[in-house]
């Protein structure tokens, strides 16, 4: 398990992460308790990886109904899908869906305020 906090916005903001093997599978729920939003990672570049992926995109979003971003990352690899063509696998708003290489600051910044931005949707009682 990965964890870190950072101030985003004048706000502490915990950030809590696990690896994706099904040998981590008992850890999902617990790091999901109490969350109030979910930043998906999924390589881009190894589709077959997705259906496993989307099995545990599915099984949080299905326990934990947070707003979410699936992000797709190595974008720089080749033979990458595109955040379009990841959303159509995983049957997601293309607009929950972007491309990013994780070790970009901006990149993950921008993951985080799109999170945020459904975030405060949600709390207007508007759809995102």
């Known amino acids: 398990m990965d964890f870190g906090t950072i101030v985003f916005d004048d706000q502490p ?28 990672l999924v390589a881009g570049d190894r589709p077959g990886h997705f259906r496993s992926a989307r099995h545990i995109l599915e099984y949080i979003t299905s326990r934990f109904p947070v707003p979410f971003v699936l992000c797709v990352t190595r974008q720089d690899a080749a033979r990458t899908w595109s955040a379009d063509d990841v959303a159509k696998f995983f049957q997601v708003d293309p607009t ?33």
Request: glycine share 12%; with cysteine.
């Open 13 to 40: 903001v915990h950030l809590f992460g696990t690896p994706g093997q099904d040998r981590f599978d008992f850890m999902w729920e617990i790091l999901c308790e109490g969350a109030t939003g979910l930043v998906f």
């Open 96 to 128: 929950l869906t972007l491309g990013m290489d994780a070790r970009n600051e901006k990149d993950c910044q921008k993951a985080l305020y799109q999170v945020f931005e459904l975030l405060h949707l949600k709390s207007r009682g508007e759809s995102g």
